[in-house]
């Protein structure tokens, strides 16, 4: 006779086995160490587990053992699997009381990829605990815990083989830690989504969807995500206002890899964003990010400070900001577009832009300044506007920077434009058959302390004065 627990299917028990085989770093170790990257590599070889498996530790309460699905929780206290639970047609835990901690034992929870989900926190209850297994195949949510505060979620993998609404939902105030979501490519929702004051830490998710609504992890306000490693998403990590990004990578989105509304972004990475950026931010400071084969790098609203930053190999531009943004010592290489563009009011310190396919520089706007930079080999389309720096604005300052081997430019101000300042600027083997090093026409533009050596010609002399 066919019981309800032996009809799993030889899927499940791959995507089981293969869990088990792939995230043991995150639920099995007592400790994790950061790789170069943010990658979570073991810091040494397997170790015991904190209960050995199906058995209540004697230094331990007393614990509830949870032996079947759709297991309901009304009050405070320790709950335990002492095996794996597979159970198709109900939600695997549900839980409606403070109080509460799961501890799976290493062990799995699973359905069978109908509309239920693997743990339900009912209202909003607060101090639960989940920890140490596997939640598989549950296509509603893996958890469901939208008003939940407090929860903490560690050591927990999981993974789904068929249409996923969603992942993990909860709260405010939830602690988040090596955890592995790993969809099919179909989700509609978050894969992680926490609320305001959390922490999501040393987590992974992978293959989530493609859909506007598959973010691999979403944030509240005032959070904090740190080494964790996104891909197969629409956008990787998408973030509330005061938040900090730190140790994280983002890879083959079809959106943004991350996405910073306020807040800090710190030793972050963005690859292969097919549509977006690399980095979407607004009132944000970062440093040491990179963001490499997207559509643009760093696409900055306003007021954003970026400090040795790299764009590179994007499709559009490296940098693009709106107004009063600083970038220091950032380098802009081989985008197919600008290097930086800059609308208004802000300053280039530093920088070093190369072979892009436009300008090294262009400005947009007004009141900008370019000091201290270098910009080499840019314009390698060879179209007449683009430069080493090109201005397209007024009352712009550019002083004590370097040009070395633009197409056709090396330093470019639009004939209409006015009060632009050029001081103390050295430009050498700039321009094609017949171009110039500096070069512009009319408007009492102020060009001062000019060196060029071989450029072709060596200065236009309608532009000095």
Not at 98 to 118: M, P, R
Not at 252 to 270: L, P
Not at 278 to 290: D, I, Q
Request: proline content about 3%; aromatic content about 6%.
């Amino acid at each position: 006779m066919k019981t309800k627990n032996s009809g799993r299917r030889p899927a499940g028990l791959a995507l089981h086995a293969l869990l088990l085989a792939g995230v043991s770093i995150f639920i099995l170790l007592p400790s994790t160490l950061r790789a170069e990257g943010g990658l979570v590599v073991p810091s040494g070889p397997p170790g015991v587990t904190e209960c050995p498996l199906g058995q209540i530790c004697s230094n331990q309460v007393p614990s509830t053992p949870i032996t079947n699905a759709g297991f309901v929780i009304t009050n405070s206290g320790h709950y335990h699997l002492p095996k794996s639970i597979y159970q198709a047609g109900t939600d695997g835990i549900i839980i409606n009381a403070d109080n509460v901690e799961i501890d799976f034992e290493g062990f799995s929870l699973s359905g069978n990829g109908d509309n239920y989900s693997g743990v339900v926190v009912i209202g909003s209850h607060t101090n639960i605990v989940l920890k140490h297994g596997f939640i598989i195949d549950y296509s509603k949510y893996v958890i469901n815990a939208p008003a939940a505060s407090g929860l903490v979620v560690d050591r927990i993998g999981s993974g789904l083989l068929h249409l996923a609404i969603g992942g993990i939902v909860s709260g405010s105030r939830t602690d988040m830690s090596r955890v592995l979501v790993i969809g099919n490519g179909t989700a509609t929702n978050p894969a992680v989504q926490v609320g305001p004051g959390s922490v999501v830490s040393d987590c992974q998710v992978s293959n989530w969807g493609s859909n506007a609504a598959a973010i691999c992890i979403a944030t509240g306000d005032d959070c904090r995500v740190e080494r964790c490693l996104t891909s197969g998403g629409y956008t990787g990590i998408l973030c509330g206002n005061h938040c900090l990004i730190q140790d994280c990578q983002s890879y083959s989105n079809v959106n943004h890899g991350i996405s910073c509304q306020g807040g800090s972004v710190y030793r972050c990475s963005a690859r292969v964003c097919a549509s977006g950026a690399g980095f979407s931010v607004n009132a944000c400071n970062l440093s040491y990010a990179s963001a490499t084969a997207c559509s643009n790098g760093f696409v900055c609203g306003a007021n954003v400070n970026l400090a040795e930053c790299r764009a590179s190999s994007n499709a559009n531009a490296g940098f693009s900001a709106g107004a009063g943004c600083s970038f220091r010592d950032c380098t802009a290489d081989n985008n197919g577009g600008d290097g930086f563009a800059a609308t208004q009011m802000s300053v280039l310190k530093g920088c070093q832009a190369t072979m892009n396919g436009m300008s090294g520089a262009h400005l947009l706007g007004h009141g900008n300044l370019v000091t201290g930079s270098f910009f080499a080999s840019n314009n390698t389309s060879l179209t007449a506007t683009n430069a080493g720096v090109r201005v397209d604005g007024n009352a712009n300052v550019i002083k004590d920077s370097f040009a070395y081997g633009n197409g056709l430019f090396g330093f470019a101000v639009n004939a209409s434009n006015l009060n632009n300042f050029l001081v103390n600027l050295f430009g050498a083997s700039n321009g094609a058959t017949f171009a110039s090093s500096i070069s512009a026409s009319n408007g009492p533009n102020v060009v001062t302390q000019i060196t060029t050596v071989g450029n072709s010609p060596s200065v236009d002399s309608s532009f000095v004065r």
